[in-house]
């Protein structure tokens, strides 16, 4: 990893030409009336790439989240969204929304940390982690999905799958379900025993 070439290319209906060559192996782009946004992991950091026409484009390093949004600790990327986390809670946004750090998508309080997020047409799905309360035996999982990025639904486990705790959940986002291989399950009834990996599929309607 590390030499692939990424290459920015524009044209008025004749040949295409160069505008843009980075080092990077996951690029992610998107675009609106305002213009062009691409997110390039490099060998140093990740940049998010803006051209109002395709022809000059800034850099911001969004590795340093004091560049994009002050007080942010850590950011995910999944395609075109993007958690940020801060010390209230994690906000989403879009990846054009990085050129402007005061429009989110939404903001999540209470949520101390997000553990994955799985985009698809059907929405948006993610694990997540409340903040730890003492006495615990372990950290919470909460499972949240969102149509639009928007509006978010959290539920437990317990609430979700009907199980108390788990090692890991894996989703996956289709045209209108929602996949989850559960592992590591401990069921409620019976916390003695470990069940073997279970699959949950919900229907986006």
């Known amino acids: 990893m590390g ?33 062009f946004y691409v997110a390039a992991t490099t060998p140093n950091d990740e940049l998010l790439l803006t051209s109002a026409d395709g022809l000059t484009w800034t850099e911001t390093s969004i590795d340093d989240p004091a560049a994009f949004a002050s007080g942010a600790r850590s950011t995910t990327r999944r395609d075109e969204w993007f958690v940020a986390g801060y010390d209230d809670g994690i906000r989403v946004m879009s990846l054009d929304q ?8 939404a903001t999540m309080v209470g949520i101390s940390g997000l553990g994955s997020l799985h985009v698809g047409p059907a929405g948006m799905v993610a694990t997540a982690f409340p903040p730890p309360v003492e006495p615990a035996p372990a950290d919470p999982i909460l499972l949240g999905w969102s149509t639009d990025g928007i509006t978010w639904e959290w539920l437990n486990l317990a609430e979700t799958f009907g ?6 959940v894996d989703l996956a986002v289709g045209n209108d379900f929602v996949l989850a ?12 025993s470990l069940g073997p990996p279970v699959w949950f599929r919900a229907t986006v309607k």
């Open 163 to 168: 199980i108390e705790r788990t090692s890991l």
């Open 98 to 105: 990085l050129a402007d750090p005061d429009s989110v998508t």
């Open 3 to 35: 030499d692939e070439q990424v290459h920015l290319y524009t044209s008025d209906g004749g040949p295409a030409s160069v505008t843009g060559q980075y080092v990077s192996w996951h690029t992610t782009a998107s675009s609106n009336a305002d213009g």
């Open 181 to 192: 291989r559960v592992r590591g399950i401990v069921p409620i009834a019976d916390s003695d």
